[in-house]
């Protein structure tokens, strides 16, 4: 994770938490395997969980000797029946681009595009960019949270604790 703007904060405040999981910065593979409140957040939670051992099985070929990503995997695979069937597909992929969907307890069901930029200053590190499109009702249920969230001053996550959801309602 490198960085969330405020409303990808607030959108993201189930992950984040007000500390980042203690201080710590959120992996959201362990999230997504570990925390069943993700099944609430992703409608489609099969469907991420998926693409995110595919995109763990790509890092870990990236650098096989990586002890932190030996580590996630053991800790994973010992928690996680549904992990350890994923892992053991082999699915190495990266998703570049598409539609995710989402569900937010004051909003309801938000749906928005994604796309994945390369740092090639940085290799193995994306700016993943979400966007609903424009006029849509998706659009529209962003606009709605962002203005709960400034009404409610909802905590946005504490300097150092990062993502890498940069919402923006269009």
């Known amino acids: 994770m490198v960085a969330v703007n405020a409303l990808g904060g607030t959108f993201c405040s189930p992950l984040l938490g007000e500390e980042g999981a203690g201080g710590r910065v959120p992996n959201l593979a362990r999230l ?3 925390d069943p409140a993700l099944h609430d957040l992703y409608p489609d939670w099969e469907r991420f969980a998926e693409m995110c051992v595919g995109i763990m099985r790509a890092e870990a070929g990236r650098d096989p000797h990586d002890p932190v990503m030996q580590e996630m995997v053991g800790e994973l695979s010992t928690c996680s029946e549904t992990f350890r069937r994923l892992w053991g597909a082999h699915d190495v992929r990266t998703h570049g681009s598409g539609t995710q969907r ?5 909003v309801g ?3 928005l595009a994604y796309e994945e930029l390369a740092m090639t200053a940085e290799p193995g590190r994306v700016m993943l960019v979400h966007t609903a499109e ?5 659009a529209e249920r962003l606009r709605l ?8 001053q909802v905590p946005r996550p504490a300097r150092g604790v990062t993502g890498r959801l940069l919402s923006r309602a269009a």
């Open 32 to 34: 997504q395997f570990l």
């Open 102 to 106: 989402f569900r937010r307890p004051v």
């Open 109 to 111: 069901e938000v749906e």
């Open 134 to 138: 424009p006029g849509s009702t998706s």
């Open 145 to 152: 949270l962002a203005s709960c969230a400034a009404s409610q």
